[in-house]
């Protein structure tokens, strides 16, 4: 009787959150800039090709920024500067190729880790992991930080997954220091060891949260130095809530999915909300999954679908996991009536 009341309500939430999405605003999405603009990844390239001519970073950033209409008085918009310092040398075809490479190493994880799960499995994660790996393989996404510190969360799952903490700590940490939205996955990770009583890894995490702290108290430091009166505000705060819209477009932010029928993107945030309901999903992607899809809820401007680089390569795990238990709830349900019928 348990599980059938179980495999109702996930059917419920997982049919729930499709309805819910399919009547959402939402369509194609636009990966070109507007006529007359330049794209974040132009601006971003550029920079890049300042600071390997021997400018200074924090210059090149905010004139960069002003030049280009950028809410320079927002401390979020100037990149932290392990990233681009460690890119700029490197020709642009290297960069891509490093990406690309990162983000083939994530998938190939990803079949790892759900290999001996179920061939659904398998094969959800595999076909969504390769969208967002594809689309990492552009050429503008190797500027991106969130395409950089998207593959390395994905890798730092799948070590905690096979139980390889060590290497799911020094991951998860290098991807905070290239991008801030990392830290709501610090965190995660933090409470998970301090649950499972692996007390050394928490203080590791304590430990990385201090040096993280002092870097970017360092970062802070230089970018308020460089404003200046003149710099112009956000259009809006971080807190939009923006509802599914908002995540739906960064689940939209998948190759396959950007010119894909709308139900499919739907079908997408249905597979992932059921991953996080089901129990055999390890806990690192159940959570950052989870997680994450729960603050793009609240935070997040209507220009920031490209945060899609960050969540899908652990949404990609999420919706294999998710797919399975669907499948496990239809089986329960169909098994239970049969036997009823007897």
């Known amino acids: 009787m348990r599980s059938r009341v179980r495999a109702v309500l996930v059917l419920m939430a ?14 194609s999405l636009s990966v070109l800039p507007g006529k007359g603009k330049v794209s974040d990844p132009q601006i971003y390239d550029r920079i890049l090709s300042r600071i390997a001519g021997g400018e200074r970073y924090y210059p090149v950033v ?24 460690s890119l700029a040398p490197l020709r642009p075809a290297i ?11 994530f998938v190939i994880s990803a079949v790892f880790v759900t290999a001996r799960v179920s061939r659904i499995t398998l094969a959800i994660t595999l076909l969504t992991a390769l969208g967002a790996a594809v689309l990492m393989s552009a050429p503008g996404a190797a500027a991106m930080g969130e395409a950089w510190a998207g593959s390395l969360v994905a890798l730092s799952v799948c070590a905690y997954a096979k139980e390889k903490p060590w290497t799911g700590f020094g991951l998860g940490l290098l991807a ?14 933090t409470l998970i060891a ?13 430990l990385g949260g201090v040096a993280y702290g002092a870097y970017y108290g360092v970062h802070l430091a230089h970018v308020l130095a460089e404003r200046s009166a003149a710099d112009s505000p956000g ?3 971080w807190v939009a809530l923006g509802g599914l819209t908002f995540l739906l477009s960064t689940v939209q932010w998948n190759a396959l999915l950007f010119f894909a029928p709308w139900p499919c993107v739907c079908a997408c945030l249905a597979l992932t909300v059921a991953g996080v309901l089901n129990p055999l ?57 049969t036997a009823t019928a007897q």
């Open 235 to 237: 259009v809006g705060s």
């Open 176 to 189: 905070m220091f290239v991008r801030e939205l990392v830290a709501p996955f610090a965190v995660l990770a």
């Open 95 to 105: 960069r891509r190729w490093l990406l690309t490479i990162l983000a083939g190493t």
């Open 14 to 27: 997982v049919l729930g959150t499709f309805a819910l999405s399919l009547f959402s605003s939402g369509g």
């Open 194 to 206: 301090a649950r499972r009583r692996r007390w050394t890894e928490v203080w590791a995490w304590l």
């Open 281 to 337: 999903c390890p806990s690192h992607v159940r959570w950052t999954a989870g997680v994450y899809a729960v603050l793009f809820l609240v935070i997040g401007q209507h220009f920031d679908r490209y945060w899609g680089y960050l969540t899908w390569p652990t949404w990609a795990l999420a919706c294999g996991f998710g797919a399975d238990h669907v499948v496990a709830a239809c089986r329960s349900l169909w098994d239970d009536s």
């Open 62 to 85: 905010g004139e960069e920024l002003r030049a280009n209409g950028y809410a320079t008085l927002e401390v979020f918009n100037w990149r932290t500067p392990l990233l681009w310092k």
